[in-house]
């Protein structure tokens, strides 16, 4: 029965995931839309897009290979795998085992080796040059995450999401400030994984600024609609990375029946409506950095991580 309630939860999840995806992306602009003054279009455009683009037969460029082909299953399949793990409104699923932080950054590195490839296959400047910003930014953020995942496992014996997860939320650790600098490096890197400002403009169209987008310029039609809908659910597996282990609340515990299920999907649900709100708030209020400067930012991120991984080093190496 446990086996079986662990199944279901799983699938639950994943179709979650697929489906909170294009919302995820709609409602952000949607938000930034009302509070620039805006009507903005329906949270539910990006579903709309998507499926005018599936119907579209994709063209390829002239000197475009198979990789151009592959490379956007490949990345929605290395998404897809990665947003399993994640833990979302219950804990326990069957995929639980598996969900290491370090294995999730494995496969959004995989991923993003995908659309830079995609993006030099056609032999353009604006997408090499793209793959090649995108490249560089990873320098900074993947160690960023990777230390922040070894403050996790200094405080909570792991890197297993689920396990981190359940120790944050018994309170037992308190506030940290090590913690604190840690939610700010995640940020950081995820504004860098997903495009968003102020790394990168997702609504930008002048080339020399570009960096996700460059890389996507001679995609169409269906191959477009999925690199779409992989960057909307990179971005729906990092907003709930952050609700699983900094806000673990109102989770499902392991082996509860569908009213604990249903109260995970409403904490789950606020949660990652409050992050929407949270990010269109600070996209609209900040501004784009230059391009140059984006190292420096990814730096400082990384520079924090490892603050926090010497503090926590430090602290229980006294205690």
Request: charged share 10%; glycine share 10%; net charge positive.
């Amino acid at each position: 029965m446990l086996v079986l309630g662990a199944v279901l939860t799983q699938i639950l999840h994943i179709a979650l995931m697929l489906g909170a995806a294009p919302l995820a992306v709609g409602l952000i602009r949607w938000l930034k839309a009302r509070m620039m003054g805006r009507r903005g279009a329906s949270p539910l455009q990006p579903f709309r897009d998507l499926a005018k683009l599936c119907a579209k037969r994709p063209l390829l460029a002239d000197n475009a290979s198979v990789v151009s082909e592959a490379a956007p299953y490949l990345a929605l399949a290395a998404t897809l795998v990665a947003a399993s793990l994640v833990p979302g409104f219950a804990r326990g699923m069957a995929f639980a085992s598996a969900a290491d932080l370090v294995l999730v950054a494995g496969l959004l590195a995989l991923a993003r080796m995908a659309l830079a490839l995609n993006g030099m296959d056609a032999g353009t400047a604006f997408g090499g040059m793209g793959a090649a910003r995108e490249m560089s930014f990873a320098v900074f953020a993947e160690p960023a995450l990777l230390v922040s995942a070894l403050s996790f496992a200094i405080l909570a014996g792991t890197t297993n999401l689920d396990q981190i997860g359940a120790v944050f939320r018994d309170g037992a650790l308190g506030l940290r400030i090590s913690l604190g600098l840690a939610a700010v490096a995640m940020g950081a890197v995820a504004l860098a994984e997903n495009a968003r400002v102020p790394v990168d403009n997702p609504a930008t169209h002048l080339e020399l600024t570009m960096v996700h987008e460059a890389m996507l310029l001679e995609a169409s039609g269906r191959h477009l609609a999925l690199w779409e809908y992989q960057a909307g659910l990179k971005l729906t597996l990092w907003l709930a990375l952050i609700a699983a282990v900094f806000l673990p609340f109102g989770a499902a515990p392991a082996g509860s029946g569908p009213l604990a299920w249903l109260v995970g999907l409403l904490a789950w649900g606020a949660k990652m409506g409050g992050l929407c709100l949270a990010l269109a708030v600070f996209e609209g209020a900040i501004a784009k950095m230059r391009v140059f400067r984006v190292p420096e930012f990814l730096g400082a991120a990384l520079l924090l991580a490892l603050l926090a991984a010497a503090l926590l080093f430090v602290s229980t190496g006294f205690a």
